[in-house]
């Protein structure tokens, strides 16, 4: 049988970079194919070019056997390629049934919109796909996980037939992933032929039915989950065996580093998003803080940290109350701040590299004296920085922004872990970095705790919670549910706490 | 191989080709490329505007578009004759050897200096706030408010000697300039009250103010007219020549001062403090920046900068304060900071195009009878060509630069 989707050595040249180099990929249909990738290794320009969005200088598509020039978004919707992107095209404040239509509004009486034949196809494709969707339903109102699924409809709705995840679960919850995977399924089942754009190892193995993998624009191979594991698509894709397991010892907590007593957080919305959370936090242990996104771990660290003024409870940092203490006296104290929005929060994107290693303390010797910024010692700093903490940039100089996502967070670590500090304060540190880089961080945040640092880890990734973490605490609005040693800890325990579940209260 | 690529591409092109591109990569191309336009366009609009073109359209149109042609074309040697001045003349007068014709003769090119000077400390009013992430529009209330300060210490105090009496009645109106821009500084750090609204009301209430006091309390006494007195000797900045040039100090002072911004905004750590508050507000705070202060300061400055601008003109050139003493310094201001890119250097380089076009469409009027407005309608192009790169860049076809480092570092209206 014809593949639905032939690339045959597609090429792609940016100024200075190859970012596709002679890729051929073949989709089948009712296929799930996963394309398996570190950030920058030409996947999204691939996509990008079967969308239209870019053009190949060399190579052909080929749909169900036939030559496709695919010069816009629109021709590639009228080919049936639909994208479920990144971020989603959504507009918030119309319903589900009106982002459907957009761009494809469906009237009558030559000019009034028909809502109901279109929310009467929504329901249909709803139901055939198990897909539970409200068409009436505003998308401002939906959670992140069903306002993806308005995008699929959207796709089905124009009846593509080719359907292209781009790291669709990056925003999910575990559950969430898991009904992504269900649907993926099902619509694979009916027919759908899916490209699924990755870097998560796991999510291949579970989802697809093949699997390719690219690196540095060129196809290193394609396997099937049968024939490969973890760390063989690890090392295809990074190039080198990878350490997926960090090796630690056990951890020998000293005296007590952090003590929260109480304390209560109120959101932008004034909503108590921290409810009373108490804990301990001694010097050499990973705690981590396990939850679903938004149950108000984002509102804890910034009261830590003294981004958020707590209402109630009280923060000690080594003996000292830092309740209402400023950002600035608490990262002298000795705190380490990786913020959960690097490019928001944790660098100045138009600052070049160096400036961006010493914007917490470009104010004290030797970056200053008296008043003056001290360029040279400044630009040795960074020199020894980017070396120390494999910083891929061309040179100090340049601006971070330039920087990929996995070095840009390497500025932030070089910078929080390179002064001497008492207490790391880690929020999603991985998130959206590639293997090799999490591998990195991983191995720098145990050094850490090793070397007495108290580390708060704060993640949604509940495999890093488990790997990294001495014990556990897990957040549920707003609360500590409960706190588990890492010996008692168990995905489904853990899990079944960020559900806000009890297990000792089901036995009871 | 993709450098192997890389450089074949390149020995492909010309060695032209490639220094094309390597210009065009550089920040300076686009305000240049947009000065150019701008004058190319302005030049078709006093075409346009002549008469001659459309008396002689019916007769035979080649010969009206030549009558446009040569009316822009004479226009624009009476305004670059009108800003540098004319060799032939400076030829003659130095050969005559008459003190005062030779004065003459090189008078345009210092008065283009003279116009340029509040330019500068104007535009580097607008641009230390842009880089802090304020958008000051109260550049022209706060001139207003320097030159108050500045002409009541310079008409009210006596006796006292230059070296003492000048550089008081200067840092007045930069202290003048200082508390205008203070207060809008303070209500955006405390209530958020936003800035461009702001400035806007506190340009109304120094215009305001200004009127009644040449009316009242500082009218010069025995004069029918809203001026104020005529401050004391000791009180002007020098010139350096004498009649007609009106060369001052104020020139010097105003480089000077370029440069001390300079090195406040790139070499200090509150500099650092201010840049890095107008670029990423949020990861400031997380750096332990004070907003709140950053925000009064950086307003504050730029208010004091501006009022250095009225101090400039009043203690320099008119030597009194009237309503009219500012032909809207401050909101050409903004456009030369964006033109200059808000850096010092900039800043002194576009406040310079701007003084000598102004200078010379002022001698154009008088010489042609092109009305001077013409270079409001040529800054206006400018500006645009510069707010919209995209459009220069498609023109002359240009490459994108690499990243986004042609925006205006402003914030939006909701995002603050």
């Known amino acids: 049988m014809t593949p639905?989707?032939?690339?045959?050595?597609?090429?792609?040249?940016?100024?200075?970079?190859?970012?596709?180099?002679?890729?051929?990929?073949?989709?089948?249909?009712?296929?799930?194919?996963?394309?398996?990738?570190?950030?920058?290794?030409?996947?999204?320009?691939?996509?990008?070019?079967?969308?239209?969005?870019?053009?190949?200088?060399?190579?052909?598509?080929?749909?169900?056997?036939?030559?496709?020039?695919?010069?816009?978004?629109?021709?590639?919707?009228?080919?049936?390629?639909?994208?479920?992107?990144q971020h989603f095209m959504l507009i918030p404040v119309f319903t589900v049934t009106e982002n459907v239509m957009l761009g494809d509004e469906t009237t009558k009486f030559g000019g009034i919109l028909d809502r109901e034949s279109t929310a009467s196809r929504i329901r249909e494709i709803s139901s055939a796909y198990k897909l539970e969707i409200d068409p009436g339903a505003r998308v401002s109102t939906l959670p992140v996980g069903v306002q993806q699924r308005v995008e699929i409809i959207k796709l089905l709705y124009r009846e593509a037939s080719i359907l292209i995840f781009d790291e669709p679960t990056s925003v999910l919850t575990p559950q969430e992933a898991d009904q992504l995977f269900g649907i993926m399924r099902s619509l694979a089942k009916s027919g759908k032929s899916i490209i699924f754009i990755t870097h998560k190892l796991r999510e291949v193995l579970e989802v697809a039915d093949r699997i390719t993998v690219i690196r540095q624009g060129q196809v290193i191979g394609t396997t099937t989950p049968q024939d490969a594991d973890m760390g063989k698509l690890a090392s295809m894709m990074v190039g080198r065996d990878v350490v997926l397991e960090i090796e630690k010892a056990k951890a020998r907590p000293a005296e007590v580093t952090l003590r929260v007593k109480n304390l209560k957080v109120l959101s932008d919305r004034n909503a108590l998003a921290v409810n009373g959370v108490s804990f301990e936090l001694s010097g050499g242990e990973v705690l981590g803080v396990a939850g679903v996104q938004g149950n108000g771990q984002t509102e804890l660290v910034e009261a830590l940290t003294g981004l958020r003024r707590p209402v109630d409870g009280s923060i000690e940092l080594l003996g000292t109350d830092i309740t209402h203490a400023t950002p600035r006296q608490i990262t002298e104290l000795g705190t380490a701040h990786i913020p959960e929005d690097r490019q928001r929060d944790g660098l100045v994107l138009s600052y070049p590299v160096t400036d961006n290693l010493v914007l917490n303390t470009y104010y004290v010797r030797p970056f200053a004296a008296r008043a003056v910024l001290q360029r040279d010692a400044i630009l040795d700093h960074a020199t020894e920085l980017v070396e120390a903490f494999d910083i891929r940039a061309p040179s100090p100089l340049v601006d971070v922004s330039t920087l990929s996502g996995g070095n840009q967070q390497k500025v932030i670590v070089a910078r929080e872990l390179s002064r001497p500090i008492k207490l790391l304060v880690a929020a999603q540190p991985t998130r959206g970095l590639d293997v090799g880089s999490i591998e990195y961080i991983h191995t720098r945040v145990i050094e850490k705790r090793d070397e007495g640092v108290a580390v708060l880890l704060v993640s949604t990734e509940l495999d890093e919670i488990m790997q990294l973490s001495d014990r556990i605490a897990v957040m549920y609005r707003g609360q500590i549910v409960d706190i588990v040693a890492i010996e008692d800890a168990t995905k489904e325990r853990i899990g079944l706490l960020m559900a806000g579940i009890h297990p000792g209260d089901a036995g009871a | 191989m993709t450098n192997a690529e890389g450089t074949t591409k390149k020995a492909g092109k010309s060695a032209v080709g490639i220094f094309f591109e390597e210009v065009s990569r550089?920040?300076?191309?686009?305000?240049?490329?947009?000065?150019?336009?701008?004058?190319?366009?302005?030049?078709?609009?006093?075409?346009?505007?002549?008469?001659?073109?459309?008396?002689?359209?019916?007769?035979?149109?080649?010969?009206?578009?030549?009558?446009?042609?040569?009316?822009?074309?004479?226009?624009?040697?009476?305004?670059?004759?009108?800003?540098?001045?004319?060799?032939?003349?400076?030829?003659?007068?130095?050969?005559?050897?008459?003190?005062?014709?030779?004065r003459r003769a090189f008078n345009p090119i210092f008065e283009s200096l003279v116009k340029s000077t509040p330019y500068i400390f104007g535009g580097l009013a607008v641009a230390l706030g842009f880089r802090s992430g304020l958008f000051n529009i109260g550049v022209e209330g706060q001139i207003f408010m320097g030159g108050i300060f500045s002409v009541w210490v310079g008409y009210t105090f006596t006796g006292l000697p230059a070296i003492i009496h000048l550089p008081l009645a200067f840092l007045a109106g930069a202290l003048g300039g200082a508390l205008w821009g203070f207060i809008p500084g303070l209500l955006k750090a405390k209530t958020g009250g936003h800035e461009v609204i702001n400035t806007i009301m506190m340009n109304y209430i120094a215009f305001r103010l200004t009127d009644w006091l040449l009316r009242e309390p500082m009218k010069r006494p025995g004069s029918t007219n809203p001026i104020s007195p005529i401050i004391e000797d000791s009180a002007r900045l020098p010139q350096f020549f004498q009649d007609p040039i009106r060369f001052h100090l104020g020139f010097f002072i105003a480089l000077a001062v370029a440069a001390l911004v300079y090195w406040f905004l790139f070499k200090t750590k509150w500099g650092f403090d201010l840049r890095t508050v107008g670029a990423n507000p949020r990861a400031a705070r997380y750096a332990g920046m004070n907003i709140v202060k950053s925000t009064i300061v950086a307003m504050s400055l730029s208010g004091a900068l501006a009022g250095m601008a009225g101090a400039n003109e009043l203690l320099g050139v008119n030597h009194h304060l009237s309503q009219t003493f500012s032909p809207g310094y401050g909101f050409d201001s903004i456009a030369l900071a964006l033109l200059g890119r808000n850096h010092p250097l900039g800043v002194v380089l576009s406040a310079l195009l701007f003084g000598t076009l102004r200078n010379g469409a002022m001698r154009m009027q008088a010489a042609a009878g092109i009305p001077i407005d013409i270079i409001s309608v040529m800054q206006a192009l400018i500006l645009a060509f510069i707010a919209a790169p995209a459009i220069v860049r498609t023109i002359y076809r240009l490459k994108e630069p690499k990243k986004a480092e042609a925006g205006v570092h402003v914030r939006g209206w909701g995002g603050s």
């Open chain 1, 4 to 85: 639905i989707l032939e690339l045959d050595g597609i090429t792609k040249r940016f100024p200075g970079v190859l970012a596709n180099d002679r890729i051929s990929l073949s989709l089948e249909e009712g296929e799930i194919h996963a394309l398996l990738g570190e950030n920058g290794a030409g996947k999204t320009t691939l996509m990008n070019i079967l969308y239209g969005l870019y053009h190949p200088d060399e190579g052909t598509i080929r749909i169900r056997g036939e030559v496709a020039h695919i010069r816009s978004s629109s021709d590639a919707i009228r080919a049936g390629i639909g994208m479920v992107h």
């Open chain 2, 26 to 102: 550089s920040s300076l191309i686009v305000p240049v490329l947009a000065i150019f336009s701008g004058l190319l366009l302005g030049g078709v609009i006093v075409g346009l505007s002549s008469e001659n073109v459309y008396t002689m359209w019916a007769v035979s149109p080649i010969q009206a578009i030549g009558n446009g042609l040569k009316a822009a074309w004479e226009s624009y040697v009476t305004l670059f004759s009108g800003a540098f001045g004319s060799p032939a003349k400076m030829i003659a007068a130095i050969q005559g050897g008459d003190g005062l014709e030779i």
